[in-house]
């Protein structure tokens, strides 16, 4: 089984969750958590260039998290979607409903 790693690191009006291996129904829990703790009050950004598979659970994370960042005035940003991210988020037909970025410089409160 495929792991999830996670690396977080404070930006000035941001946190960055660097992610790599797979986003599944098995690695899920631990980003849920941690995107829900910090969308809150920050925005969040997942750093998805080296995440090797995507399934629905996953989307699911990042759409509640941005959902949850409009409720709360923050923003989920997705930093260097990896061809497996972009196209799932493509399929899905939510690729244009998040903020694109590639590098965290392009992280704004407006």
Do not use: C, W
């Not at 690396?7 to 009006?13: A, F, I, L, P, Y």
């Not at 923003?75 to 998040?98: C, H, Q």
């Amino acid at each position: 089984m495929d792991q999830l790693q996670i690396k977080e690191k404070v930006g000035v009006n941001y946190m960055l969750l660097e992610l790599s291996g797979a986003m599944n129904s098995y690695t899920d829990v631990e980003l849920q958590q941690k995107v829900f703790q910090y969308i809150i009050d920050s925005n969040v950004v997942l750093d998805t260039e080296n995440v090797t598979q995507v399934d629905s659970s996953a989307i699911g994370i990042i759409i509640a998290g941005h959902n949850d960042g409009d409720e709360y005035g923050t923003k989920l940003f997705i930093m260097n979607p990896s061809e497996i991210v972009r196209r799932a988020l493509e399929r899905t037909g939510f690729l244009d409903l998040f903020h694109i970025i590639h590098s965290v410089t392009e992280v704004t409160d407006e």
